[in-house]
């Protein structure tokens, strides 16, 4: 007779396992697209990488605008009627200009403006990369917290299965229909259940944790 009841509860087992046999059907990938955004607008370090790709981005401007330093612009005013003039003449009175330069910064400038623009190159190619790569991380985490979804949803139902089959078993078995060996046989099937869907619900707030990590939110904040 507890052939027959375990039988039952494997058909109903399989049953609920065909009605989620794939987790392909709870994938949503606008709700993915969402959490991508959310992981770039929120992790740490995009932010850094932006934040360092705007410092190369300065450092160029100030590179180009250092050009100017190294070039020194002097005048000098002597009036024609002042004392020094009358008592030492001199071709040289009123307003004199001069210019002066660094050979030596001409020579270094365009080397620095070069490694500026590289620096800035360097920072644009590791923000693109840390793009890609927080991409592919949190698509990785949602399909893993979709796994783990899906899993527990299957456990729940059987254990709701075995649920029932242990009422109906303990009520013959009180009733003196089935035997005792009979009773705790279902009972210790009904037990692995409870087992089975305490694993997949660690399982899946694991899943839950581990995405909710990358985004910086709840997900039940993504709409």
Same mark, same amino acid.
């Given at each position: 007779?507890?052939?027959?009841?375990?039988?039952?509860?494997?058909?109903?087992?399989?049953?609920?396992?065909?009605?989620?046999?794939?987790?392909?059907?709870?994938?949503?990938?606008?709700?993915?697209?969402?959490?991508?955004?959310?992981?770039?607008?929120?992790?740490?370090?995009?932010?850094?990488?932006?934040?360092?790709?705007?410092? &190369?981005? #300065? *450092?160029?401007?100030?590179?180009? =605008?250092?050009?100017?330093?190294? !070039?020194?612009?002097? +005048?000098?005013?002597?009036?024609?009627?002042?004392?020094?003039?009358?008592?030492?003449?001199?071709?040289?009175?009123?307003?004199?200009?001069?210019?002066?330069?660094?050979?030596?910064?001409?020579?270094?400038?365009?080397?620095?403006?070069?490694?500026?623009?590289?620096?800035?190159?360097? &920072?644009? #190619? *590791?923000?693109?990369?840390?793009? =890609?790569?927080?991409?592919?991380? !949190?698509?990785?985490? +949602?399909?893993?917290?979709?796994?783990?979804?899906?899993?527990?949803?299957?456990?729940?139902?059987?254990?709701?299965?075995?649920?029932?089959?242990?009422?109906?078993?303990?009520?013959?078995?009180?009733?003196?229909?089935?035997?005792?060996?009979?009773?705790?046989?279902?009972?210790?099937?009904?037990?692995?259940?409870?087992?089975?869907?305490?694993?997949?619900?660690?399982?899946?707030?694991?899943?839950?944790?581990?995405?909710?990590?990358?985004?910086?939110?709840?997900?039940?904040?993504?709409?």
């Amino acid at each position: 007779m507890v052939f027959r009841y375990l039988v039952v509860f494997f058909l109903l087992a399989v049953s609920s396992a065909r009605a989620q046999e794939s987790m392909m059907a709870n994938v949503d990938n606008v709700f993915l697209d969402k959490l991508i955004a959310a992981a770039k607008a929120n992790y740490p370090k995009m932010k850094a990488t932006a934040i360092k790709l705007d410092i &190369a981005s #300065l *450092n160029v401007h100030k590179a180009k =605008l250092d050009w100017f330093s190294i !070039v020194s612009f002097t +005048y000098l005013y002597s009036p024609n009627n002042s004392t020094t003039a009358l008592v030492n003449p001199s071709l040289l009175n009123g307003y004199q200009f001069g210019f002066s330069t660094s050979i030596g910064g001409i020579l270094q400038r365009p080397d620095q403006v070069k490694t500026a623009r590289d620096e800035y190159k360097l &920072a644009q #190619l *590791n923000q693109d990369e840390y793009n =890609l790569n927080i991409v592919a991380v !949190v698509q990785q985490r +949602y399909y893993a917290y979709v796994q783990t979804q899906t899993v527990l949803n299957w456990k729940t139902k059987s254990l709701e299965s075995a649920e029932s089959t242990l009422k109906e078993m303990k009520y013959k078995f009180e009733k003196g229909v089935e035997t005792y060996d009979s009773y705790t046989r279902v009972e210790a099937f009904y037990s692995s259940s409870v087992q089975a869907k305490i694993e997949s619900e660690g399982s899946y707030l694991v899943a839950k944790s581990s995405l909710e990590e990358m985004i910086g939110v709840k997900l039940e904040s993504i709409q």
